[in-house]
């Protein structure tokens, strides 16, 4: 975990500046548009927005929510490589920066979130494939499975591509 020394003041908590509510109006936009959690999309936001490092405690009172969902979205966007603790020099708490390489955010999406629900879909497809199989195989049903299949073939390709698409040098 990285440490930063020096004097590093916390914002005092207090109510949001119109900068800020807009910012994390954004990406609460944002983690709706993936599904994520609302409290993710507040707690990135926030994130965003400082000029320091900021601890779980410094969330609660700005976003006003619970430690229980700040503790939980702030493992999440960890997960999601949307964020990088980091330790203070004379402060044992655990604070948090920004990810702002979008190439990152977007890998960590891909491979938590997107991944898994391809491989879960593939599975399924493979339990009616089986099903499907003991029928007409030109059964119109049988027919859509196979287009089905082709989608989720195309969608598990296209990852990589995603990925290699968002460079690092463009969007640093």
């Excluded at 964020?83 to 702002?100: A, M, N, Q």
């Excluded at 491989?119 to 196979?146: C, F, G, M, V, Y």
Aim: net charge positive; hydrophobic share 40%.
């Amino acid at each position: 975990m990285p440490r930063i020394t020096g004097q590093h003041k916390q914002p005092a908590p207090s109510a949001l500046s119109p900068i800020e509510e807009e910012v994390i109006g954004l990406f609460v936009h944002y983690a709706q548009i993936l599904s994520l959690p609302k409290s993710l999309g507040e707690i990135y936001g926030l994130l965003f927005c400082s000029p320091v490092p900021l601890p779980l405690d410094a969330f609660v009172a700005r976003l006003q929510i619970s430690k229980g969902s700040a503790s939980q979205g702030l493992r999440i966007l960890r997960t999601l490589n949307a964020i990088t603790p980091i330790t203070l020099e004379g402060d044992r708490r655990e604070h948090f920066i920004p990810e702002t390489r979008l190439r990152n955010i977007v890998t960590g999406i891909l491979r938590e979130r997107i991944q898994p629900q391809l491989e879960t879909t593939t599975a399924r497809l493979e339990r009616l494939d089986q099903l499907t199989s003991q029928s007409d195989p030109d059964s119109e049903i049988a027919i859509r499975l196979k287009r089905l299949q082709a989608w989720n073939e195309k969608m598990r390709n296209l990852l990589p591509f995603v990925t290699k698409m968002v460079e690092p040098e463009a969007l640093a």
